[in-house]
């Protein structure tokens, strides 16, 4: 279980820079948006390991919450690019 739980550590680790970098380097907003969805969605699955690991729930507000904002984050600028157009 321990082998499993750092391999998970190191690949949403890895996830989450390269999540970064397309924040940083994003050509457009669209990119940095969905990038920043993406990092909402790495930090999600990072609670849920934490939960499964530790087997409690304590991060499950924290991780509705989280899921909510990504959500209605990424609605509200894909309604403020098609408006745009």
């Known amino acids: 279980m321990t082998s499993a739980v750092i391999i998970v550590g190191l690949l949403l680790s890895f996830a989450a820079l390269c999540a970064l970098y397309r924040i940083a380097r994003g050509p457009s907003i669209l990119d940095r948006v969905l990038a920043i969805d993406v990092l ?3 930090i999600g ?7 499964a690991v530790n ?5 499950i ?13 990424s609605v509200t600028v894909a309604r403020f690019v098609t408006d745009r157009k």
């Open 40 to 42: 909402l969605a790495i």
């Open 45 to 51: 699955g990072a609670l849920a390991v934490d939960m």
């Open 55 to 59: 087997r409690h729930l304590d991060n």
């Open 61 to 73: 507000v924290l991780l509705v919450a989280i899921s909510v904002i990504g959500f209605i984050g």
